[in-house]
């Protein structure tokens, strides 16, 4: 174990030979005994490397000179790797980076006792399928910037182009910069989401200025050179978004039914990973005769599906996103689908209001669901429950209440829709297997 660094760190040269890779996608070397990430770097590397920081326990690195290369260095698909911090992996090859992917899932849930033989095979989604991206922007006297934040930096890469993107998202790119500088004034900066529906992109923008009639109107103007379908305003991120300017309602088709999306409301980043997940959830609840809870529901991107085959009760504490639920849960047949707005991390349906459930779907926010797995693994009659996260970190914390009750976990699958990132989905599948008094 590495001992912490209290002292302030000189800047320094080093020679740092790469020994494994982090979780974050860094080389991890070692300097006197202290772990040193450096980003870039791949296991047998030899680099002289500049300590510049400190991250934990370790030190950080930059790399000054590669000393000795592996030769089975990938390259990376995207001219702005290295310089672009929404990419940490392009440089790994196939095999590398499959085993490394799968090896965040397996090193989180060995914490809590999961056997590496429990995990699937890493299933992956195709490049340029990532329906939704939050670009940053910023106006300069020369026109916007419209990017991703440099590595480890608040300096803004203009970004040309993204394999991650579908190419409707990336083709749009060009028209919201010049569309954007005829909004914003000043220095003005801030974030633009974008969501690609059945109807085209959906824009929020997030930015820190007063809309008069002025700036609608030339947001109005933006809708059409952009050709979005709706562009919606918040001057802060906790904000309410506003809709603005809309040529054409929004629309996924979720179970086969349509749902009109309020403005920031969150759909899965891929359908190819949507369709992933929702089968795991599927095949998770399949056979079980009573109704199943649909828990962070969103606006149904499980609900919908289950639907056909269950009667759902659908939960989120997005009052925007129940809505749009429930409008279209109505179109299905009468009482297959029932909707509730509850913030589940303070209000967790209780274990008597669990009861009448055969199964459960939790997809929660990256923070986990603590306080309503709490619940969950008391509830006798639920038979089956299936978790979906986004964290392997907050997933084995929760999978660890069910297990620790007497919930045998029978299978969990790693879903790899954020490509050449450290970032993983996971699904697991659970059933009880102790009856509750």
Not at 278 to 296: N, R
Not at 322 to 338: E, N, Y
Not at 403 to 416: A, E, H, Q, T, Y
Request: charged share 25%.
């Amino acid at each position: 174990m590495s001992r912490p660094i209290n002292r302030p760190i000189e800047a320094r040269n080093a020679e740092i030979v790469i020994e494994r890779l982090g979780a974050r996608g860094d080389g991890i070397g070692q300097l006197g005994g202290i772990p040193v990430f450096v980003p870039l770097t791949l296991p047998g590397e030899r680099v002289l490397a500049r300590i510049e920081g400190k991250r934990g326990d370790g030190l950080t690195a930059s790399v000054l000179e590669w000393l000795l290369q592996d030769p089975a260095r990938a390259k990376p698909p995207c001219r702005h790797f290295g310089v672009c911090g929404g990419c940490a992996a392009q440089h790994m090859n196939d095999k590398l980076y499959v085993a490394w992917k799968r090896g965040i899932a397996a090193e989180a849930l060995s914490r809590v006792g999961v056997p590496e033989e429990r995990i699937a095979p890493l299933m992956r989604v195709s490049a340029h399928t990532r329906r939704r991206a939050s670009f940053a922007f910023r106006r300069t006297r020369d026109g916007v910037l419209l990017g991703f934040n440099a590595r480890a930096s608040h300096q803004l890469v203009d970004v040309g182009e993204c394999p991650l993107l579908h190419p409707d998202l990336e083709s749009a790119l060009p028209g919201l910069r010049l569309a954007l500088n005829g909004v914003l004034t000043g220095d003005a900066q801030g974030d633009i989401a974008l969501q690609l529906t059945e109807s085209g992109l959906d824009a929020l923008i997030t930015c820190d200025l007063t809309l008069d009639l002025f700036k609608r109107e030339k947001l109005a103007v933006m809708t059409e050179q952009a050709n979005l379908a709706r562009i919606s305003w918040r001057r802060h991120e906790d904000d309410d978004p506003e809709p603005v300017s809309e040529r054409h309602a929004p629309i996924v088709t979720l179970g086969g039914v349509a749902v009109h999306l309020p403005p920031g409301v969150f759909l899965q980043p891929s359908r190819e990973g949507e369709a992933a997940i929702t089968a795991q959830v599927m095949a998770g609840l399949a056979g079980l005769d009573g109704p199943v809870a649909d828990l962070y529901a969103g606006v149904g991107s499980f609900s919908l599906p289950l639907a056909a085959c269950h009667p759902v009760h659908a939960v989120d504490g997005h009052a925007q996103a129940v809505a749009a639920l429930k409008q279209a849960g109505d179109r299905i047949a009468l009482g297959r689908l029932t909707t509730e707005r509850r913030d589940l991390s303070k209000r967790p349906l209780l274990v008597h209001e669990l009861k009448k459930f055969s199964g459960v779907v939790i997809d929660p926010p990256r923070a986990g669901a603590r306080e309503q797995v709490t619940e969950l693994a008391m509830a006798a009659t639920v038979q089956k429950t299936v978790m979906v996260s986004c964290n392997p970190a907050t997933m084995a914390r929760d999978l660890s209440i069910l297990i620790n009750k007497g919930w045998r976990l029978d299978s969990v699958v790693p879903i790899d829709q954020f490509l050449w990132t450290p970032h993983l989905e996971l699904t697991a599948i659970l059933h009880q297997t102790i009856k509750k008094s």
